[in-house]
């Protein structure tokens, strides 16, 4: 008895498609168990399918297809060497200006493909690392700083204390005059006394060690003139300046530190 197939007809069944046709129902044994079968393997779509008991169970190539198909799932990548992570970016988060090991990426790019890591993870990684590291830099800045205003309050409190100077209104002077050498005496132009002071604002010494402070503001403030307006050179070029730590300070006022 020949097989349902070979009388069935429909539009859909071409002599094209004919064999393909009978192939693919040559399992059921009628017409109506093909609709049945149909009609289950549609409830099926998007169903889980059963998963294998061990995955060591499976053979070489039933393993490769079936870890590849669920890489591809659960967006899992892995990288054969480094080549493969060249577009990767691992600057997301990292505050603009903020220095980029190089090394230090490359370093972490070996340990994604040694360890066989998901790449898809690396840009999520690296925001979150680079987001506490300008988090910590932030705040470094931030209690540097401040520390060095303390230590700047703590060398004119030291100075106002001395027997020599006595009280704030004398360091003020003291401080003025100092400002007034730079100015005058020196042979600076004005340029060159911001130079000075940005210098002297950055040292470690001058605002942080009273005995030396009080030292070059006593010795150069001695070649001050009465008159402030005298000398000076060509008027500085106006330019955007970071602001001094010092500020709020009888030193960092008298030398106008911004």
Not at 160 to 184: T, W
Not at 222 to 248: F, N
């Amino acid at each position: 008895m020949p097989h349902w197939t070979q009388e069935f007809n429909h539009v859909s069944v071409t002599d094209d498609n004919r064999g393909a046709f009978n192939t693919a129902m040559s399992k059921y044994n009628s017409v109506d168990d093909a609709i049945i079968g149909g009609f289950e393997a549609q409830k099926m779509a998007g169903k889980p399918f059963k998963l294998p008991e061990s995955i060591d169970k499976l053979d070489e190539t039933s393993r490769t297809e079936f870890t590849s198909q669920a890489h591809k799932l659960f967006n899992i990548r892995k990288a054969a060497n480094i080549d493969d992570l060249k577009d990767v970016n691992l600057k997301d988060g990292l505050p603009e200006g903020s220095p980029y090991d190089e090394n230090f990426a490359l370093a972490y790019k070996q340990f994604v493909v040694d360890e066989k890591m998901n790449t898809s993870d690396m840009p999520k990684n690296a925001k979150f690392f680079n987001s506490i590291m300008g988090k910590m830099k932030a705040d470094a800045a931030t209690k540097a700083e401040s520390d060095n205003l303390a230590k700047a309050k703590a060398c004119d409190e030291a100075l106002i204390a001395d027997p020599d100077i006595g009280s704030k209104e004398n360091l003020v002077v003291m401080s003025e005059r100092f400002a007034r050498a730079l100015k005058n005496e020196c042979g600076l132009d004005a340029d060159g006394v911001e130079e000075v002071a940005d210098a002297l604002a950055e040292s470690p010494y001058l605002t942080k060690n009273h005995k030396l402070s009080k030292i070059l503001m006593q010795k150069i403030g001695a070649l001050a003139t009465e008159a402030e307006s005298q000398g000076g050179g060509a008027p500085s070029k106006e330019k955007e300046k970071p602001k001094s730590p010092h500020v709020g300070t009888p030193t960092g006022d008298a030398l106008k530190w911004k």
